[in-house]
């Protein structure tokens, strides 16, 4: 067990359709990330919190939105779920900045049907 | 521009054989961590290392090591008599001065009994 929580593991769900990943950082983390890992584009990052604030954005598209709380866990919103959506989503957490090398957690499979 | 390559898309290997995964990357900042994270089967990641720019040392942990050379910016990672259990996919990873990791499209790897 890493210490960084996902759920749900797995989730199945019809295009058009509006879903919610939840992460919980490993104890002591302020700084939370989330990933997508698809197989055309490997591994891209999506955005950051720091402890309740948005830090960074990547690729992350207009239908998809995050927000970290004041317990520090988060919440990807997926919208207007396209096929493409398929992927694994994974949170990791660090203490503070990247360097210190992050945690992952287990992921979240979303299937798009 | 940062970038982390990992040529070997697949590699297959007879259980205790030796075999090196390549990485190399590209930036232009001084300072730069690398790492390598495991992603095994079952699809979390697991941090293997973390290495600085400053720290040519090479690293051995168990069956592991990490060849680390900024002349060829190349990061290495060499499993020794390798086993089924090191099935994976390995990621490379470059985090240079920003919150974001690099990853590299990962290497296959197969150890067959």
């Known amino acids: 067990d890493s210490g960084v929580t996902q759920t749900p593991k797995h989730l199945i769900t019809a295009t058009g359709q509006r879903v919610t990943l939840r992460c919980s950082p490993r104890?002591?983390?302020?700084?939370v990330y989330w990933y997508q890992q698809s197989l055309d584009q490997g591994l891209q990052f999506l955005i950051q919190?720091?402890?309740?604030?948005?830090?960074a954005k990547g690729n992350i598209l207009e239908r998809f939105s995050a927000q970290q709380f004041p317990d520090l866990h988060s919440e990807l919103n997926l919208s207007s779920l396209e096929l493409g959506d398929s992927a694994l989503y994974f949170c990791?957490?660090?203490?503070?900045?990247?360097?210190?090398?992050?945690?992952f957690g287990s992921g979240t499979r979303l299937t798009v049907v | 521009a940062q970038k982390v390559t990992q040529a070997q898309t697949e590699i297959s290997v007879v259980e205790k054989e030796d075999v090196t995964l390549d990485c190399v990357y590209e930036t232009r900042d001084t300072t730069y961590y690398l790492f390598w994270y495991k992603q095994p089967p079952s699809g979390e990641l697991v941090f293997l290392i973390r290495?600085?720019?400053?720290?040519?040392q090479n690293e051995i942990s168990g069956r592991y090591s990490w060849n680390f050379q900024k002349s060829t910016s190349s990061f290495n990672f060499t499993i020794t008599a390798s086993q089924v259990v090191d099935s994976a996919v390995y990621f490379c990873?470059?985090?240079?001065?920003?919150?974001?990791?690099?990853f590299g499209t990962g290497t296959r790897l197969k150890v067959l009994a």
């Open positions: 919190y720091y402890n309740g604030e948005e830090r």
């Open positions: 990791a957490s660090s203490p503070t900045d990247s360097f210190y090398g992050y945690t």
């Open positions: 104890s002591g983390d302020l700084s």
């Open positions: 290495r600085n720019s400053f720290d040519e």
């Open positions: 990873a470059l985090s240079s001065g920003t919150y974001k990791y690099i």
